[in-house]
């Protein structure tokens, strides 16, 4: 019997050193990727995945090996690329270009996005093998840091295994003894194995070949570095080489062979297909370079990126592709790659081939050789320039943006849906109080801004599922504790998986706007109930002329009879008391007359000083603090009287027990901040009267109705409710401004500014003496019968010769009979169809030398401007008694100017 061979003739014999210094190259570029790598066969089953692959698509390369690719494609393109597939199997013919192809990926999670593929294609055996590197574009995150845990395991896979040792019998070939190699690289055991045949365990994946090598052994005696793929006991499908001899044992023919597991040179032939079909396809530069800087290889993506052909630049230096200044540059990388350093993500400048220069996102990585020795490096560029281009313009965006909210005049904040602010600017800090924008944003806006959280939770769940909201109002709580309104606009800002991120919010403070609204309605009602009040007086004052009129005619008639004389008494005195009510009405209306005059308000304050302690009575304190050097005024100095009686009044009924009353003057500048927040009051130079005391006080809903007419807080016929009226209408027709505070428990304070006037004191007025009757004739024109008729019998009992009218045409056609003499027009200023103005012009224009007295229960701006009598103008006010008349119509008679308003 022959001796075998030497097992270790039998060995293949590893001479494929550089094979795998190429398989280490390649397999650092394919994992330091940071694109998507995925190889399917014609099947379209995938075969290999990358680890970027893991990370962009969400699944474990377990759950994507040996599926089909479609798995990471959207629904309505697994059909689609199935049909590209057979359609490119059966006629070699690609329906569109394999470089750069968009599409859209479907992750684990279910979310599609959108990704770039480029497509590559080998032969492998006699399956065609197709590679895809498919790129993130929407979110372009790196997978080199699973770079150093693939290449252990790829070298692991690629080190040695054991080899399988077996002897079988000849010709039935059946195992007749195994090693622990063999049990290691099957699955079986040797009890499992002996006695059986490698059909029987369905070992070969390819039978054929084994019997041609079987019949070999049995030929020559020998075969070596056989190939063939076997199947292990869990159906796993492994590459062995086998090198067999035929023996002789114990006088029989056997077979002794060896296989040595080649599965992981086998994957690594595969890889390194795909590796080379991967470089070749990536978009991305990829340089191979000696420790010395000489560029060893150049893809397409190179010659795309760089402008050079790979024969253009393979043996020369790297540092062709450097800006001179940056020279320096490639010793320093070459330095720290022999120290084994990675270099990720390193942007820098880089030189086309016609000198244009670019930015390029550089991972370096260095290349070692089956001992672990540093021979290279392996360079991976990304063309960044365009990117780089839109990060400088959003960059100089953000900027702008960032200016325009800083300097912007409304608040403006962004803040999540628990309250937490993110961003504030500087108006938003101003306008809450705080001292920065670090201080704010320590604030929750539900607790500590608005003034009730529970507003803010409504708010919110009414707003932010909507695409926006407008003009929404709240109350926030400033710093200080003061409360302002403020008046929002914003929206919701989601993620992508439309959760809310946050709100985005324009404020503005419209507290001011605010109160000033409330302070012209309340001025709208005033003037309507001023209005209302006016036209009822004017109405009553006729009514009231006539019993006034009447009672005079009367009281000469009574003879000797007392009763009589005390019920004309009685009457007058109603009426006249009547007549104060009408002026105080007229007074809130501002359409009483009034003959304003420079006054010195400090004087008139001490005039009154007496009759005011009369008023106020001795358990009340009276102070009176005037300023010295005080600014005059223009007022009425009677309707002045009166408001400080009402006033003093007031304040005696508010302090039944005792209390004190003090009188102020002072100067005081309104400036236009003041103005703005009050309504009615302007700015300038002004002069203060304050009446304050200590009495009960009032709270804001009483303070709200002071000032109108018959409003009272006083006890049933102890109050008209006109006294304040009455101030409010003097205030406001002397051009002042009066405003009240008071709590209640606090007392009150009234505050009247009056404008300052430069003009000097008027001078004091002497009483007329008592009228004279007269002669002349008088035209009466009233369209109230009854005081029409009573106007014409006082003035005929005063030696008058009158003459009635009872409207315009009828006064016009006395007008024009020019032979009958007319001496004064006496007529009512409201009448129908036109006025008593428009009258006395006609009849002027007729009679030059006609003299005019107007009479009214009010008087209109035709005439008063303002209330205040034009000058030139006379009249007599209703209701009026038989002496007012009388010595109105006397002074209208021998006055030189009586008709020159009616020229003009």
Known sequence: MSRPRNAKSARPV???????????????????????????????????????????????????????????????????????????LQTGEKHIPWTAVKLTGLRRNGTEFPIEVSLGEHIHGKRRIFTGIVRDISDREKAEALLRQSEEKYAKMVHSSPDAITLRSLPDRRYLEVNEGFTRLTGYSAEEVLGKTPGELNLWVEPEPH?????????????????????????????????????????????????????????????????????????????????????????AGAERIYGYAAREVVGHPVSIL?????????????????????????????????????????????????????????????????????????????????????????????????????????????????????ELMRCNVEKDIYRDP?????????????????????????KDGKTIVVKMTGHPVLEK??????????????????????????????????????????????????????????????????????SVEATRHAAERAAALTMQLLAFSRKQVIEPTVIDLNASVMEIEKMLHRVIGEDIELAIRLEPGLG???????????????????SRDAMPNGGKLVIETANADLDDTYGRQHLGAKSGPHVMLAVSDTGMGMDSETLSHIFEPFFTTKETGKGTGLGLSMVYGIIKQSNGYIMAYSEPGRGTTFKIYFPRTEEGVSPVQKTEGEIATGTETVLVVEDEPAL?????????????????????????????????????????????????RELASQMVSLRPNLRVLFMSGYTDDVIIHRGVLAQGTLLVQKPFTKRTLLRKVRETLDSQAANSSTRK
């Not at 803010?456 to 926030?476: I, P, S």
């Not at 005059?632 to 007031?650: E, F, H, T, Y």
Request: charge should be negative.
């Open 14 to 88: 590893d001479s494929r050193k550089d094979s795998i210094q190429r398989a280490q190259l390649f397999r650092v570029v394919a994992e330091t990727a940071t694109d998507a790598i995925i190889t399917i066969d014609e099947k379209s089953v995938i075969l290999f995945v990358n680890k970027a692959a893991e990370r962009i698509f969400g699944y474990a390369d377990s759950e994507m090996m040996g599926r089909e690719v479609t798995m990471l494609m959207p629904d309505y393109l697994r059909e689609m690329h199935r049909r590209a597939v057979g359609r490119y």
């Open 211 to 299: 019997r041609t090598t079987l019949e070999r052994v049995e030929a020559e005696g020998q075969v070596s570095g056989e190939e063939f793929r076997f199947r292990t006991k869990s159906g796993e499908i492994r590459y062995g080489q086998v090198s067999a001899v035929r023996v002789e044992m114990n006088g029989r023919q056997c077979m002794l062979s060896v296989t040595h597991d080649i599965t992981d040179r086998k994957r690594a032939e595969a890889e390194l297909s795909q590796l080379a079909s991967i470089v070749e396809s990536s978009d991305d530069a990829i340089v191979g370079k000696t420790l010395d800087g000489k560029i060893v290889s150049w893809n």
């Open 322 to 438: 450097v800006p001179s200044e940056q020279r320096d540059e490639i010793p320093q990388i070459l330095e720290r790659l022999k120290k084994d350093e990675r270099i990720q993500h390193y942007e820098t400048v880089r030189v086309r081939k016609g000198g244009q220069r670019i930015n390029v996102s550089v991972t370096i990585s260095p290349v070692k050789d089956a001992e672990g020795t540093i021979i290279g490096a392996s360079a991976i560029a990304r063309d960044v320039t365009d990117r780089k281009r839109v990060e400088e313009k959003l960059m100089e965006s953000e900027s702008q943006f960032r200016s325009l909210v800083h300097d912007a005049p409304h608040g403006i904040y962004r803040v999540t849906l628990h309250g937490r602010l993110l961003q504030v600017n500087p108006a938003l800090v101003k306008m809450l109080g705080y001292e920065s924008e670090e």
């Open 454 to 478: 529970e507003a803010r939770q409504r708010l919110v769940g009414d707003y932010w599922q909507k695409q926006d909201f407008r003009e929404v109002e709240a109350e926030w709580r400033r």
């Open 497 to 566: 998986d439309h959760s809310l991120a946050y709100f985005e919010v324009f404020a503005e403070d419209i507290t001011e706007r605010r109160s000033l609204e409330r302070q012209l309605l309340q001025s709208q009602k005033m003037e309507a109930i001023g209005r209302l009040a006016g036209g009822i007086a004017h109405d009553f004052n006729n009514l009231l002329g006539v019993i006034l009129g009447h009672s005079d005619i009367l009281d000469q008639q009574v003879g000797t009879s007392d009763r009589l004389r005390k």
């Open 632 to 650: 005059r005024i223009k007022a009425d100095p009677g309707q002045l009287s009166q408001v400080l009686m009402n006033l003093a009044v007031n």
């Open 788 to 836: 029409r008729e009573l106007t014409c019998v006082l003035l005929e009992d005063a030696g008058y010769t009158v003459l009635e009218s009872s409207g315009v045409e009828d006064a016009m056609e006395a007008a024009k009979d020019m032979q009958r003499k007319i001496d004064l027009l006496l007529t009512d200023i409201v009448m129908p169809r036109l006025d008593g």
